[in-house]
Nanobody
Framework: QVQLAESGGGLVQAGGSLRLSCAAS????????MGWYRQAPGKQREQVAA???????HYLDSVSGRFTISTDNAKNTWYLQMNSLKPEDTAIYYC????????????????WGQGTQVTVSS
């Protein structure tokens, strides 16, 4: 089993930045791909970004160029740097990990964190 713990959410004004962190523990060898998805009230969940252990990255079109996913393998931690935040980025952000066939399909991931709230004020 793998346990995931997010941190770094909060309240920020539009145009600001936040960095989310996700620390993994347990059976780390089971992780091939790491990612973030978000869930806003009344909206479908969206996979925001993903990164494989080989370093290949994927992004949702609406965040490409503003968000960056990265990893620190020594710390078993990955990050989501979010710049130029917009009110529509407001959501609960969840880190996910596993070995999905489609790295941008959150339902294919095996391990999920508890989520961290990101609120962007206009």
């Amino acid at each position: 089993q793998v346990q995931l713990a997010e941190s770094g959410g909060g309240l920020v004004q539009a145009g600001g930045s936040l960095r989310l962190s996700c620390a993994a523990s347990g059976s780390i060898h089971l992780i091939v791909t790491m990612g973030w998805y978000r869930q806003a009230p009344g909206k479908q969940r969206e996979q925001v970004a993903a990164i494989t252990t080989r370093g290949t990255t994927h992004y949702l079109d609406s965040v490409s160029g503003r968000f960056t996913i990265s990893t620190d393998n020594a710390k078993n931690t990955w990050y989501l740097q979010m710049n130029s935040l917009k009110p529509e980025d407001t959501a609960i952000y969840y880190c996910i990990a596993g070995y999905p066939m489609n790295p941008m399909s959150p339902l294919e991931y095996s391990y999920w964190g508890q989520g961290t709230q990101v609120t962007v004020s206009s």
